[in-house]
Structures are given as C-alpha cells and as structure tokens.
C-alpha cells in the first residue's frame, strides 16, 4: 500500500474539492436521466445503468476515503472517476445539446453536463498530476 509522504495537502484537498463538485453535478444529473427515462429511450436497461451509476459513486468513495487515509490509490480511483463521467456524459448527452433541440429542463440541464465534462476533466487532470508527482518525488513509496 503506497502512501503520500510529506505535505501533499495541496493536492490532495484540490481532488477532494472537485471530487465533490463532480457529485454536485453528476448526482442530479443522473436522477434527471431516470426521471425523464433516458436509460430506456437509449436501450439500456434501467437496473443495469443503476449498477454501474452506484459502482462508480461507491469508488468516487473509496477514492475519497484513500485520500483521507493518505494513500496514492486515492488519485488512481480519482483519475478513473475523472475519465468515466466526462466521456460517458459526453457521448450521450452532446449530440442531443448540440443538436439546437430543447434540451430536457433547459439551462439547468445543460448545466449539469456541462459541471460534469468540465469538472471531471479537471478531476482527471489533476489527480494524473498528482499521480505523477507523487510518483517522480518518491512521496509515494512506503
């Protein structure tokens, strides 16, 4: 179990800060999509696209946990969640926003995956930095 050495706080408190706010925008996004039955429009059943929805939370969790453990695998999670939530929203929801066609609740819908593309890439972003220079400085070794 590799652990962050040092005085990481810096990095450690920017992935935790946008860990949140991906879940600030992911989690009623996700609700919207149940609401309003896109799981089903798209062919996807319901309770399989719940499953993969809760997996993804549940290590955003455990990601955030490690974190607070001080433990590199927090960002390993970290850049996963950031990858998964722009490219699955991205490919979904965009074609539909750009399309010019009334999209669902309007800007507040628009919002929500626009928070989720560009939070989670910054997620990505700085939890692959961090990665990285906890790796290159040896803060990550036992």
Request: hydrophobic fraction near 50%.
């Amino acid at each position: 179990m590799a652990k962050i050495k040092g005085k990481p706080t810096a990095m450690v408190r920017r992935v935790v800060i946008l860990s949140i706010l991906l879940l600030f925008f992911s989690v009623p996004h996700t609700l919207e999509d149940f609401a309003t039955g896109e799981p089903g429009k798209a062919g996807i059943p319901a309770p399989v696209l719940s499953l993969v929805v809760a997996t993804v939370l549940a290590l955003q969790a455990l990601g955030l946990y490690w974190l607070g453990q001080k433990q590199r695998r927090g960002f390993s999670v970290h850049v996963g969640v950031g990858l998964f939530w722009p490219v699955a929203s991205g490919v979904a929801q965009l074609p539909t926003i750009l399309s010019g066609v009334p999209y669902r609740s309007g800007f507040i819908s628009v919002l929500y995956v626009g928070g989720i593309l560009v939070i989670g890439i910054l997620l990505l972003v700085f939890s692959l930095a961090a990665l990285l220079q906890t790796r290159a400085s040896g803060t990550g070794t036992n």
